[in-house]
């Protein structure tokens, strides 16, 4: 069996089909799974995934229609038995590029919104979208749709590393001079752009603050994680940290040179955003913020967090398809679900968080001393 995955939204959705890939491929041992990818740091994910045989990377929203369609044409000369798209996937492009691959069987979703205009009937195996299920579950139920059994718990997140992805890691480390021991917490205050997701980004200067008050009382080193125009953004928070030799912007190469930097801290704060599913792919106790966005759909999966967000009346107002980010209020009000959201409140999130996490810990190490020869 040949599988053509379209994983062409971002990095988030990348990590949360992961499960079902694991799933699919432990099922189906034998199946050859390629993947067609559209971000440099999806690519990354899927190029040190064992259960990936090949990444085809192409840029769809740069390159010229005209050489988009011969890279199709290729792709429909591979002869793939099943092509599967990655949820969400509620564009009308996201739908034509499998059914051009001439694949006989096109697996994906229907939606609640906007589902006829994205061209979803190009798909002729669905299942339709289920409010109430997180992401890596409404993955799992398109594995179903081939006959992949499901556990009665869902695996997690998977992120694999090369080698040089770690030793550049411990390079950085190195030359930062980052105690071995030290307390690290990690800061993502990015997020998408596209759509309008900017609005998802708390302000910068709380942000400053809460790495303020971590270093001040923790005793804490604050990692600044981001790329891009985020770098822009992480030095602007830095500026504003008072003791900001304990706060460092990390500058990487790639997005897995990052997540290898990020199994160094003990603690993630971050918005909505990729890096926070990498965090969780990591098992990192996670602090999230949350704008207008579902937490039942995207909050952190298998790993021990705290969200952190304002239930109003109005939100979650946000749903897939290609209608960006709004706010019914104007002025002062736009946004207020992530605007309202205090230093106070987040920094009590992470104080719980540690606690919880420093329990479960105490209570794991005293049953291993309790038990015949340490064993459990």
Same mark, same amino acid.
């Given at each position: 069996?040949?599988?053509?995955?379209?994983?062409?939204?971002?990095?988030?959705?990348?990590?949360?089909?992961?499960?079902?890939?694991?799933?699919?491929?432990?099922?189906?041992?034998?199946?050859?799974? !390629?993947?067609?990818?559209?971000?440099?740091?999806?690519?990354?994910?899927?190029?040190?995934?064992?259960?990936?045989?090949?990444?085809?990377?192409?840029?769809?929203?740069?390159?010229?229609?005209?050489?988009?369609?011969?890279?199709?044409?290729?792709?429909?000369?591979?002869?793939?038995?099943?092509?599967?798209?990655?949820?969400?996937?509620?564009?009308?492009?996201?739908?034509?590029?499998?059914?051009?691959?001439?694949?006989?069987?096109?697996?994906?979703?229907?939606?609640?919104?906007?589902?006829?205009?994205?061209?979803?009937?190009? =798909?002729?195996?669905?299942?339709?979208?289920?409010? /109430?299920?997180?992401?890596?579950?409404?993955? +799992?139920?398109?594995?179903?749709?081939?006959?992949?059994?499901?556990?009665?718990?869902?695996?997690?997140?998977?992120?694999?590393?090369?080698?040089?992805?770690?030793?550049?890691?411990?390079?950085?480390?190195?030359?930062?001079?980052?105690?071995?021991?030290?307390?690290?917490?990690?800061?993502?205050?990015?997020?998408?752009?596209? =759509?309008?997701?900017?609005? /998802?980004?708390?302000?910068?200067?709380?942000? *400053?603050?809460?790495?303020?008050?971590?270093?001040?009382?923790? !005793?804490?080193?604050?990692?600044?994680?981001?790329?891009? !125009?985020?770098?822009?953004?992480?030095?602007?928070?830095? *500026?504003?940290?008072?003791?900001?030799?304990?706060?460092?912007? +990390?500058?990487?190469?790639?997005?897995?040179?990052?997540?290898?930097?990020?199994? /160094?801290?003990?603690?993630?704060?971050?918005?909505?955003?990729?890096?926070?599913?990498?965090?969780?792919?990591?098992?990192?106790?996670?602090?999230?913020?949350?704008?207008?966005?579902?937490?039942?759909?995207?909050?952190?999966?298998?790993?021990?967090?705290?969200?952190?967000?304002? !239930?109003?009346?109005?939100?979650?107002?946000?749903?897939?398809?290609?209608?960006?980010?709004?706010? /019914?209020?104007?002025?002062?009000?736009?946004?207020?679900?992530?605007?309202?959201?205090?230093?106070?409140?987040?920094?009590?999130?992470?104080?719980?968080?540690?606690?919880?996490?420093?329990?479960?810990?105490?209570?794991?190490?005293?049953?291993?001393?309790?038990?015949?020869?340490?064993?459990?």
């Amino acid at each position: 069996m040949r599988v053509l995955v379209f994983a062409l939204s971002g990095i988030g959705d990348a990590l949360l089909f992961t499960p079902a890939l694991a799933l699919l491929r432990q099922h189906f041992y034998e199946a050859a799974v !390629d993947v067609v990818a559209m971000f440099a740091g999806v690519r990354e994910i899927y190029e040190r995934n064992p259960y990936v045989r090949r990444v085809y990377f192409w840029d769809f929203l740069r390159e010229s229609p005209w050489r988009s369609l011969s890279f199709l044409w290729r792709l429909r000369r591979q002869r793939y038995d099943i092509a599967l798209s990655v949820y969400p996937s509620n564009r009308w492009e996201y739908n034509l590029l499998p059914w051009f691959t001439g694949t006989p069987l096109r697996v994906g979703h229907t939606y609640n919104h906007q589902n006829v205009r994205q061209l979803n009937c190009l =798909k002729n195996r669905t299942v339709h979208e289920d409010d /109430r299920l997180h992401n890596v579950e409404e993955n +799992v139920r398109l594995v179903q749709l081939l006959g992949v059994p499901v556990p009665p718990e869902l695996p997690p997140l998977q992120l694999f590393f090369w080698e040089r992805d770690l030793q550049a890691a411990e390079q950085w480390l190195q030359q930062e001079r980052i105690p071995q021991t030290a307390y690290c917490v990690g800061f993502h205050a990015g997020s998408a752009v596209f =759509k309008n997701h900017v609005r /998802r980004r708390w302000a910068p200067e709380r942000f *400053a603050a809460l790495a303020t008050r971590l270093i001040r009382q923790w !005793d804490a080193w604050v990692l600044l994680f981001g790329a891009g !125009d985020e770098l822009q953004l992480n030095e602007r928070i830095r *500026a504003q940290v008072e003791v900001s030799e304990r706060c460092r912007v +990390v500058r990487s190469p790639s997005l897995m040179v990052s997540a290898a930097l990020m199994r /160094r801290c003990q603690l993630f704060v971050s918005n909505d955003s990729a890096l926070m599913h990498v965090a969780a792919a990591l098992r990192l106790p996670t602090v999230a913020i949350f704008a207008y966005t579902n937490p039942a759909y995207v909050r952190p999966w298998r790993t021990e967090h705290v969200l952190v967000r304002r !239930d109003l009346p109005c939100s979650p107002c946000f749903y897939y398809s290609p209608r960006p980010a709004q706010c /019914r209020w104007r002025g002062e009000e736009a946004f207020k679900c992530i605007r309202e959201i205090t230093v106070e409140e987040v920094w009590s999130a992470c104080c719980r968080l540690r606690e919880s996490v420093e329990a479960l810990r105490n209570s794991v190490e005293g049953t291993h001393r309790g038990s015949p020869e340490g064993l459990v």
